[in-house]
């Protein structure tokens, strides 16, 4: 048995160097991370996407970096308080290098309520891409982290740091994802490099689990012509020198063309890599053939169909199980074998070749040499392979506004909003929140309430504007009640702004009561007696003295010259009235008696046409007896 692990041994170390040699092209996927504040440390900078966690293709993150006091490398949970920023802004942690996996200092923020991490290198050296741990390895839950985590460089760390530290304010950076995905066209092209072998612990249940929840999203945007998506396959070669040996026929094909390790890495049970090898092989067929009958998403029916079906656990995975998943799909089996090929025969298998080929990377794309690994648009997902965080990383490879409605459902939302309301301003009262979730991220936007615009920065002020304000929240201004009485800064007259009714002083957003009393601004005559009232005063005067408000001052109830003055005013006033009465009344009589008279003489005498036009009138306006 020692010997067979041995010799088990140096296959994979053959198969390994010969990736290897091969993958030395890796690509590190950046994004970028640009100051907003201190205006001092403005600029952009790179940050490499790490391997885990959900980075927020095709959005940005705006927060507050925070440099712990305690447990700088993040290697141990923060206890106390979750972390906040005094703005109220997501918070970006910012941990050192080393002590622990990238990962776990990733888990511990958010756990510590950080909305990002960065970390910063130790060393002097280009940005390497963060990875996470093999799962065995780690002992908290890798598949719990949802934020996004970015490694930069040694100085700009430095840089940061410098500032935290003598800046009582806060430091402002824009993590943007928004170039990390190309979108060149109208159609995401995208590719799973995965494998037929469902035994091989967490990564493969990981894998697995992601194609059965991204199956319905895959079929929707691949039948609508948004995607074009292709599975392929990884596999590896026997060196020349070890075809024949015994390794490399249990775990290869085609004479040690084309391998796959043993899923049990035992070569005397259970499965052997030969089979996942036939296996990958009928899956890339069925792809093929699938798709030249203009239905390349059966494939993903397949592969979670064979699954549920073929499994490797139950021992049902095998040619036989494999043929009838296929012929109950509707495929055509003789087209499938023929795709296939010879197994057995010491020769090239045309599909297996080109993926051998296809692993290599071009362009932007690295080479391939981990599984599962998903490429959207010629460019590396980083990230964990979860539905969601896939999605929102496919939408982002459309140009905006060109992406399917799939993309803008609110199922891709990030949910950052749920976390601490995402930084956002709110208002519990109205039940309103300025965080708005997007696939692109979530962003702080005053929202309308009731067809009222209310506008502000959305992190710490939203505020009502235009007519209809004042219904809003008092249009966010001062109002109080008190003994029956309510007193309002809003006024609906003005369409923005606050304003302290009269009687009262501040700044609309607070108002006090003015003593008119104590601050002499009225009732002050030496008479006066002054009581301070909320919102306003008494005013009563000494003795007999009657209070005008509106002089301010007090008059005798017994009549002054003021009092003969307003007498005689209103006397001369009548006697003016009455002058006009009698006179109105003059004339009105005078003009009655002319009419009557014209009336009587008419009778008696022809008059000319307009006299007789102008009486005509006259007739009818009076009450004219009749004859
Ligand atoms: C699928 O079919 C289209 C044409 O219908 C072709 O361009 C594409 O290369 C095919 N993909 C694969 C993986 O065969
Ligand atoms: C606030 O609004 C949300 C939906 O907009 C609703 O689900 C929730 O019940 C509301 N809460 C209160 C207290 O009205």
Known sequence: ?????????????????????????????????????????????????????????????????????????????????????????????????????????????????????????????????????????????????????????????????????????????????????????????????????????GRCDEQMEFIKNFKGNAQLLERGGFTRFTPHYLTWFCPELFRHSQQCRVQCINSGRYCAPDPERNFNKGYNGKDVVVENLRQLCVHQVANETGQPWIWWDFVTDYHVRCSMREEKYSKKCAEQVVESLGLSLDKILKCMGDTEADAENDVLRKQQELRIGHGSRGDISILPTLVINNVQYRGKLERTAVLKAICAGFKESTEPIVCLNPDIE????????????????????????????????????????????????????????????????????????????CQDSELIGCRCPDGFHGDGHQCEDINECKDKIACQCPECSCKNKWGGYDCNCKGNLLYIKSQDTCISKNLSTFGWFMIVFALACVVCAAVAAYLFYKYRLRSYMDSEIMAVMSQYMPLDNQLNKETQPLREGTSAPAF
């Open 414 to 489: 990030t949910n950052q909003c749920l976390r601490s309301n995402g930084g956002c301003w709110k208002d519990s009262k109205l039940n309103v929140t300025a965080c708005k979730d997007t696939f692109r991220g979530r962003i702080c936007e005053c929202p309308a309430v009731n067809n009222v615009q209310l506008v502000g920065d959305g992190y710490n002020f939203c505020t009502a504007v235009g007519p209809g304000r004042c219904e809003i929240n008092n249009g966010g201004c001062w109002s109080e009640t008190k003994d029956g009485q309510t007193f309002s800064a």
């Open 1 to 201: 048995m020692a010997s067979l692990w041995g010799q088990l041994g140096v296959l994979m170390m053959l198969l390994a160097a010969a990736v290897s040699s091969a993958s030395a092209r890796f690509i590190v996927e950046k994004e970028s991370i640009s100051v907003v504040s201190p205006v001092s440390l403005r600029g952009r900078h790179d940050a490499a996407i790490a391997n885990f966690g959900v980075p927020d293709y095709g959005g940005t993150l705006t927060g507050v970096v925070v440099y712990p006091e305690k447990g700088r490398d993040g290697c141990s949970a923060f206890d106390g308080e979750p972390f906040k920023s005094k703005s109220r802004r997501p918070v970006i942690l910012l941990v050192d290098r080393g002590g622990c996996y990238f990962a776990l200092k990733a888990y511990n923020g958010q756990q510590a309520g950080a909305a990002a991490i960065i970390v910063a290198d130790s060393i002097n050296e280009p940005l390497i891409t963060m990875d996470a741990p093999e799962e065995e390895f780690a002992d908290f839950d890798l598949t719990k982290i949802n934020i996004p985590s970015a490694l930069i460089t040694q100085s700009f760390g430095k840089d940061l740091k410098e500032v935290l530290k003598d800046a009582g304010g806060e430091v402002v950076v824009k993590m943007d994802w928004r170039e990390s995905m190309p979108n060149p066209d109208k159609r995401v092209e995208y590719q799973l490099w995965t494998n037929s072998n469902d035994e091989c612990g």
